[in-house]
C-alpha cells in the first residue's frame, strides 16, 4: 500500500508538471494580456508554419526575438524585433502585452522594444499578439472569445527586416512619405540594420537595391502588369503571382505562392544581392532568382582599398593594406574595407617618402577626377605633388585619372579579360611591397648567400631523383603538376599507335583513342591554333584540371613540348551522344527515361561550370559530340575550358568550328561579347535533338528539310501532339509532361534575347521539379521561319542521295547556316 500510494502521488506530480510546462511553453499561436514570453518559450502558428520566441544567431551570444519557420531543419528567421538592440539573458528578459503595445523588457526591466501603437485599449483585456500562419504577427483588440479578430493594431508584415515572405508588401505610403523596405542584416550573426536596402522607387513602379539608403546600383525595372522589364526571368515560373497596387494613399508590390506547399522568400542579404528562395520537396533552400548577378556589381562590397573578384574569396585587399577588421569579414562582412600597413610619409625626409605600385588587370576604382596631362609621367607627378591622391591610371584614350581618399569599388578580373587597366597605388616607400619586390643590397645579400649552398644541394638531390623516377617509369606518365600527369610527346605517340584510332574532331582539335603501359584506356586531344605562352597554357590546364563534377569528364593530364599542346582524358566506352542519337538501331537506342537523365546530367554539369568555378567557363561548344557517356550511361560534358585555352578571339574561334553552326547563338553572328548564355542557347537546341533522335535540320524522304525547333516550338505553343515530337525508335513510350516540359524549356533556352533564357541553374531545377516553366514564346527567329516558309520546309534537290552520310550533313549545315542567317538579321 506504500509503494502504492508513493506511485500515485508521483503520477500527480508528474501530470502537475505537464501542465505546468503546456501553460508555460504558450501550445498555441497567441500571448494575451497577463502573459509574458521569457527564456525557450514560444508561440507556434495555427498550421505549425512559424515560431516565435528568443533566438541567437550562429555563435553569437546575443539573444533577440524573432520570428522563424518551423518546418525548415536548419533554424532561418524571417523577422527580428530587437535587431539593434539585443538582451544577453532570455531567462529575465519578458515579451508580454504592456500598455496597450506588445513590448519586450530587457533583464534588467527597461523597455527596449515596442511595438509603439498609441492605442486607445491600453486597460483591454482583449488585447492579444497572435502569430499567423503566414508569418504575421498580428497585435489586435478582438473580443475576448476570439483575440484573432478584431481592429489590426500593428503587424509585423508592415515592418519587415530582411526578409518579404508571400502577402507582404514592399511600399511606399504617399502621406507620410514613409518607406516600407528590407534592409539586409549587418553581418551573418547581427540582425542590425545592414547598408544593403531593398526599396520600391516613389517616383516609379520598380524596386531599386540601394547602400547605405542612397546609392542606387540595381533597378529592376518597371512594372509592365506582368514581369518588371529587367527581370526576364519571371516569365519562367508559375510559383508566384506578383500584383501591384498604386492609389491615392499608398503604391506596393505583393506576391502569393500558387502552390501553398511551396516555401518560398525574398531576401535582402548581406552579400547586397536580393535572393529568392525556395523549397519544395526536400528541406534544402534552393536558389531561385538572384540580383545584381555578379557579387562585384554590389556598390563597395569590400570596402575602401579593398579588391573584389567574382570569384570566392570576393574580397581581397590591395598590395600594401590589409583588413581592418578580420572578424567581421570571418561573418562576410566586408564594408570596413583595408588599412595601410605602413602610413604614407607624403614627400617625406631623408630622402624617403612615397612610391606607387602597379596593380594589374583591374576595372578602375569610382569617383575618378580626371586630369588634362600630356603624358604618363606628368599623371604620375600630378598625383605625387598631392598628398591627398591616393592611385592614378594612365590610359592612351581616356588619359590622366587620380583619385583622392579610399579605392572604391576596384574589381580585379581575369587576367587577359581585354577590359583590364593598371592603376598605381601609392605606398609608403618602406612599404614590404617594395622590398619585397627585388633583391636589395646589405641584408638580402647575407640571407641569399647563406641559402646558395643549401639550395645547390637541394637541387642536385632533387633532380637525381626526378632522374631516376623518369627512367625507372618512361611511358608511364609519373611525373606529376599539381593533381595532373605530364605526358611526354612521344609517350602519347606510342599509346596512340602514332594517333591512328581518331575517335572526332571539332574546333579545338582532334580526339584520338589510346592504350597507357599500364593497360588505361585515354582519349587524347590535340589542340590546334594554341596562341598562349608556356607558362599560361600550364595556369590554364592546370586550373580545368582542379574542376571536379560527375557531369564533366575528368582531365588527368597533358603534354605541352612547344607547339605540340595535348590533353588526356578519362575515354568514355559508350562513346558521345550523337552516336547513340542519330545513329542508333531499333534493336539499340536511348529510352525516355536515360534522355531525360541525361539531359538533366548536362544541365548539372554547366550549372557547375557557369555558377561554382572560381571563375564562370563558358562551353562555347556544347553538341552532342561533346557529351560523352560513361558506362551506366551518366553523361560527362567534355572540352570544357577549351575556348580560353585557345584564346578569346571568337571570331576566330567561330570559324574553326566545323559542324556547329546549328547550336551557335545569335549573339555569335552579331559580334557582342559571348556570355554564359550562349551555352544555355547551345544546350537548348541539343535537347530538341534529344528529344527527336535526329538533327534539327534533317532531309525527309520527299527531299525537304524540316527545321525541327520550329515544329516542336508551335507543338508546344499551339497544344499540339507533344509524343508526336518523339524519336520513332521510342514508339511514343514516354512520359507526356517530361516532354512537354523539355520542349518548353528548349523553348526558352533558344530565345533570341539573351536576357530572356534561363541560367543553368534554373534549368537544373525546373528539370529537377524543384522549378515548374511556363508555356514559352516562340522564339522571333523562329516566327520568320513560320511567316516565310509555310510548314517550316526547306526544298533540296529530290535526286539528293539519302543514304551518302557526307551528303546529308552537307544539307544538315547548308539548313543550320540558313537559320543562323535568319537568326542575325533578326536577332
Known amino acids: 500500500m506504500v509503494l502504492r500510494s508513493h506511485s500515485c502521488t508521483t503520477i500527480h506530480l508528474i501530470l502537475l508538471y505537464f501542465c505546468i510546462n503546456a501553460f508555460t511553453s504558450f501550445a498555441n499561436d497567441t500571448i494575451s494580456v497577463n502573459q509574458t514570453l521569457s527564456g525557450d518559450q514560444t508561440i507556434v502558428s495555427a498550421g505549425d508554419n512559424f515560431v516565435l520566441g528568443f533566438f541567437k544567431p550562429g555563435k553569437s551570444p546575443r539573444h533577440y526575438i524573432g520570428i522563424w519557420f518551423s518546418k525548415v531543419p536548419n533554424q532561418t528567421v524571417v523577422w527580428v524585433a530587437n535587431r539593434e538592440i539585443p538582451v544577453s539573458d532570455p531567462n529575465t528578459a519578458k515579451l508580454l502585452i504592456s500598455g496597450g503595445n506588445l513590448v519586450l523588457l530587457n533583464e534588467l526591466g527597461s523597455e527596449i522594444w515596442s511595438t509603439a501603437v498609441n492605442s486607445t485599449s491600453a486597460v483591454n483585456s482583449s488585447l492579444a499578439a497572435v502569430l499567423r500562419d503566414d508569418g504575421n504577427l498580428v497585435l489586435s483588440d478582438g473580443t475576448g472569445s476570439n483575440p484573432r479578430s478584431g481592429q489590426i493594431l500593428w503587424q509585423s508584415f508592415d515592418n519587415p527586416v530582411h526578409t518579404w515572405l508571400p502577402g507582404g ?49 540595381w533597378t529592376s525595372g518597371a512594372w509592365n502588369g506582368h514581369i518588371f522589364s529587367l527581370v526576364p526571368e519571371m516569365r519562367l515560373t508559375s510559383y508566384f503571382n506578383f500584383s501591384y497596387v ?3 494613399n499608398e503604391s506596393y508590390f505583393t506576391y502569393s505562392m500558387h502552390d501553398p506547399a511551396v516555401i518560398s522568400r525574398f531576401i535582402m542579404d548581406v552579400s547586397g544581392q536580393i535572393k529568392q528562395l525556395t523549397i519544395v520537396n526536400d528541406n534544402d533552400w534552393n536558389l531561385f532568382w538572384t540580383q545584381p548577378r555578379e557579387q562585384c556589381q554590389v556598390h563597395d562590397y569590400c570596402g575602401g582599398f579593398g579588391s573584389c573578384q567574382n570569384a570566392l574569396p570576393f574580397c581581397s585587399c590591395l598590395p600594401g593594406f590589409r583588413v581592418r577588421n578580420q572578424s567581421d569579414w570571418d561573418l562576410k562582412d566586408y564594408s570596413g574595407g583595408c588599412v595601410r600597413e605602413m602610413s604614407l610619409q607624403c614627400n617625406g625626409s631623408n630622402g624617403r617618402g612615397d612610391k606607387f605600385w602597379p596593380v594589374t588587370d583591374v576595372g578602375l576604382p569610382v569617383n575618378e577626377k580626371p586630369l588634362t596631362v600630356g603624358s604618363v609621367g606628368e599623371c604620375e607627378s600630378s598625383c605625387f605633388n598631392d598628398c591627398s591622391c591616393t592611385a592614378y591610371a594612365y590610359d592612351e584614350g581616356i588619359g590622366c585619372s587620380v583619385w583622392n581618399g579610399d579605392l572604391v569599388n576596384l574589381q580585379q578580373l581575369n587576367e587577359g579579360d581585354g ?22 643590397k646589405g641584408s638580402m645579400i647575407g640571407v641569399v648567400a647563406g641559402c646558395v649552398g643549401g639550395a645547390l644541394v637541394v637541387v642536385a638531390v632533387v633532380a637525381g631523383l626526378i632522374w631516376r623516377r623518369r627512367k625507372r617509369a618512361v611511358g608511364s606518365s609519373k611525373a606529376v603538376e599539381g593533381s595532373l600527369a605530364v605526358f611526354a610527346y612521344k609517350d602519347l605517340q606510342n599509346a596512340t599507335k602514332n594517333f591512328s584510332d581518331k575517335l572526332g574532331g571539332g574546333g579545338f582539335g582532334s ?19 594554341i596562341t598562349q605562352g608556356e607558362k599560361q597554357f600550364r595556369t590554364e590546364v592546370s586550373t580545368i584540371g582542379t574542376i571536379q563534377h560527375v557531369n564533366l569528364v575528368r582531365l588527368r593530364g597533358f603534354c605541352s613540348e612547344g607547339s605540340k599542346k595535348l590533353l588526356v582524358y578519362d575515354y568514355m566506352e559508350n562513346g558521345s551522344l550523337d552516336s547513340h542519337l542519330f545513329h542508333a538501331n531499333e534493336i539499340k537506342f536511348l529510352d525516355w527515361k536515360t534522355r531525360y537523365q541525361i539531359a538533366l546530367g548536362i544541365a548539372r554539369g554547366l550549372s557547375y561550370l557557369h555558377e561554382k568555378c572560381r571563375d564562370c567557363i563558358i562551353h562555347c561548344d556544347i553538341k552532342p559530340e561533346n557529351i560523352l557517356l560513361d558506362p551506366e550511361f551518366c553523361p560527362k560534358v567534355a572540352d570544357f575550358g577549351l575556348a ?21 547563338a545569335p549573339e555569335w553572328i552579331s559580334g557582342v561579347a559571348i556570355t554564359a548564355k550562349a551555352d544555355v542557347y547551345s544546350y537548348g537546341m541539343m535537347l530538341f535533338e534529344l528529344v527527336s533522335g535526329r538533327r534539327n535540320s534533317e532531309s525527309s524522304e ?5 527545321f525541327f525547333p520550329s515544329w516542336a516550338a508551335n507543338a508546344v505553343v499551339n497544344g499540339g501532339d507533344i509524343l508526336g515530337l518523339l524519336d520513332p525508335v521510342l514508339d511514343r513510350n514516354a512520359d507526356t509532361e517530361q516532354v512537354l516540359k523539355i520542349c518548353k524549356i528548349a523553348c526558352w533556352c533558344i530565345q533570341d534575347d539573351e536576357d530572356t533564357r534561363p541560367s543553368m541553374g534554373q534549368v537544373s531545377q525546373i528539370l529537377e521539379g524543384v522549378m515548374d516553366v511556363n508555356v514559352p514564346p516562340i522564339p522571333r527567329s523562329l516566327q520568320v521561319f513560320v511567316e516565310t516558309q509555310e510548314h517550316i520546309v526547306f526544298f533540296t534537290d529530290s535526286s539528293t542521295d539519302q543514304s551518302s552520310q557526307a551528303k546529308s550533313n552537307a544539307s544538315s549545315n547548308a539548313s543550320s547556316n540558313s537559320m543562323n542567317s535568319v537568326l542575325s538579321s533578326t536577332g
Not at 188 to 216: C, H, T, V
Open 644 to 664: 580560353k585555352l585557345v584564346g578569346r578571339d571568337f571570331s576566330r574561334v567561330l570559324t574553326t568550328m566545323r559542324g556547329t553552326r546549328g547550336y551557335l
Open 702 to 706: 520527299d527531299g525537304t528539310v524540316k
Open 419 to 440: 577590359n583590364g587597366k593598371v592603376i598605381h597605388i601609392r605606398l609608403s616607400a618602406s612599404s614590404q611591397v617594395f622590398s619585397g619586390s627585388k633583391n636589395s
Open 169 to 217: 508588401k514592399i511600399a511606399y505610403d504617399k502621406i507620410t512619405e514613409r518607406k516600407q523596405l528590407l534592409t539586409s542584416w549587418k553581418n551573418e550573426e547581427d540582425p542590425a540594420m545592414g547598408l544593403f536596402s531593398l526599396e520600391l522607387d516613389p517616383n516609379g513602379s520598380q524596386y531599386l537595391i540601394k547602400w547605405n539608403r542612397s546609392e542606387e546600383y
Open 511 to 529: 580526339v584520338f583513342k589510346g592504350t597507357l603501359p599500364d593497360s588505361t584506356v585515354i582519349a587524347a586531344k590535340k589542340l590546334e591554333s
Open 246 to 248: 498604386n492609389n491615392t
